[in-house]
């Protein structure tokens, strides 16, 4: 017997409900014959294990790895950028200026005693 909605139950023909019993047979059988493995030794300790191991916060190697992983994160990377640079300008700066007071320095002693720098 069917319920087709419509609340009239109509009668299956007798091969449809052979052929319905023979699939819920066959549908056991098949889940019965269904091999499953055997797990190994302690899987559910170890699952719960990487569990937690993945879940644990990633510790640094060394404080330069720390500082490269703070430098690298988004929003300190304009920060970064802006004080290598500023590093970088203060330090051609400052080696611009010795370099000219070398020179100058030079000249200076080439013109009082010339005959001292050979």
Known sequence: M?????????RL?????????????????????????????????????RIENAEAP??????????????LRPKFAFAT??????AGISLGALDGTQTAKHDSQARY???VAPNSLR
């Open 109 to 111: 002693l080439a013109a």
């Open 81 to 86: 950028a802006a004080i290598l640079l500023f």
């Open 13 to 49: 023909s007798p091969m449809k409900e052979t052929m319905k019993s023979n699939d819920a047979k066959l549908s056991a059988l098949l889940r019965e014959s269904r091999l499953s493995p055997a797990l190994p030794p302690r899987f559910q300790e170890n699952v719960w294990r």
């Open 58 to 71: 990633v510790k640094t190697e060394s404080w330069l790895d720390a500082l490269a992983a703070l430098v």
């Open 2 to 10: 069917v319920d087709n909605g419509g609340g009239k139950i109509r």
